[in-house]
């Protein structure tokens, strides 16, 4: 067992009389145990943040990017450590883990190089009207198990700068690394200022009805999201969700198919899939359609997948029973349905999640496995000749979270990014994701957005000045 699993509150170690479980998904043995934190835990947690807020709130926003700067310092410096204990609780290979804490530290450096200017909307000798950016108050923050450091720091680096505090809670699948980091932080915020909670099923509803929180960060399935966006109407809490997605990627016959077969490849099997922006079904022109099947095919007979923590593995398992589950029905589905299911990788025998890398080859559009995100190594390929014919088909969908396209033809690639109804379209690459470029789902994909200037202000109430200058008094007199 782990002998690290305090909640942060008030810069202290917080406890909570039960515990949740937490189990290495590469042999489903428990190996630690946190806090289940319930409604009184929680009230602490948001009585810390609303003490701490109004001295964040002053505190000079040059003080506040240096700390948001050191926080990406702390988590570097602790890269290693927390890369381990990532593959541990999530089941990621250690090289993406430490990809993913890499990130996190980058972003928090990249996201403290911001500002909020003041909008001047007006400058004249009878009025002076500006427009500024001020924090919201106390943000709830709820995080998935896909990738816990990354997307909690997404949440944690811009709530803070701009001037709230913030209590955060991770998935009970994924506690451990932010428990981590919520002890790193003690050493750099004051107390209250960030505040790290770990609990059941009970807690992120605990979060959303709480009348403390000016705001709900949300990252999750699009399910949760309609449950946290109802539960938020009851105080009109300000609400960013990032939900789930189903991203068509569209291969054009002019593309090299060895190569964009490699892209493709990791951009659906990175993580075993479990990406929200991962592609999870795949339009291929007839012309390259059984070429391009081959190609990932082989890829995907030579990548290892076993226990992310065993050196040379490239492919974990999936993360939690329920998920294995849910893409072991898609795949019984696939199979009673009669498409034809391939499954190229192998995976190790034992207690672990593991999902070989299978390819489904040209099934049904109608059938669940192209309709919903399947969240795991499973991959639909689908045939397609006709260019006005695969855009509507990649945009029938309840989803809008990103979309990639693949050929030479630039003229043809704008004009189709023109035409998918999605937050991101990448060409010709995947998963190019930048601190700098807002992120975020159209349709049911998501509501805001997280990332660049906008993401930030999105932790921002606006505020306008309207200055009436003395000499328009004076004339009006
Ligand atoms: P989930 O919706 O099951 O859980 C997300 C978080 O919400 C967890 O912390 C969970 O404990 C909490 N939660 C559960 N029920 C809740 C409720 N009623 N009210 C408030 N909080 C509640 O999602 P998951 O399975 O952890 O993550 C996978 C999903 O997240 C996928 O659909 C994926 O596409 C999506 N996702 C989206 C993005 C994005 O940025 N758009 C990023 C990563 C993952």
Redo the contacts with the bound molecule.
Sequence with gaps: MLDFTAMTIDGRDAEAPGRISVRNPANGAVFAEVPDAGAVELDAAVAAATRAFPAWAATPWAERQALVARIGEAIAGEADALARLLTREQGKPLAQAQFEVTAAAQWCGAIASMELLVAVVEDTAEHRVETHRVPIGVVGA??????PVL?SI?KIAPAILAGNTLVL??????PLCVLRVGALLREILPPGVVNIVT???E??????AHPGFGK?S????????R??ME?AAATLKRLT?????NDPAIVFPDVDVQATAEQIFWSAFTNSG?????TKRVYVHADVYDAFLAALRAIAEAVPMGDGAQQGIALGPV??Q??YERVQTLLAECRASGATVIEAGRAPEGPGYFIPVTLIDDPDESSRIVQE?Q?GPVLPLIRFTDEDDVVARANASEYG?AATIWTCDEARALRLAGRIEAGSVWINEALALSPFAA???HKQ??VGQ?NGIGGLEEFTNPKTVTIRRPAAQAAAA
């Design positions: 709820i995080s998935p198990w896909n990738f997307l997404w809670k991770p998935s009970p699948f994924t609990g059941g099923d807690l992120g509803p605990l979060m959303t709900i949300f990252t999750g399935s699009t399910a949760t999201g449950r946290v539960s969700l990032e939900l789930g997605g479990q990406i929200c922006v991962a993360q939690n329920n998920q995100e969240f979270l992120f975020g789902g994909s998501g997280e």
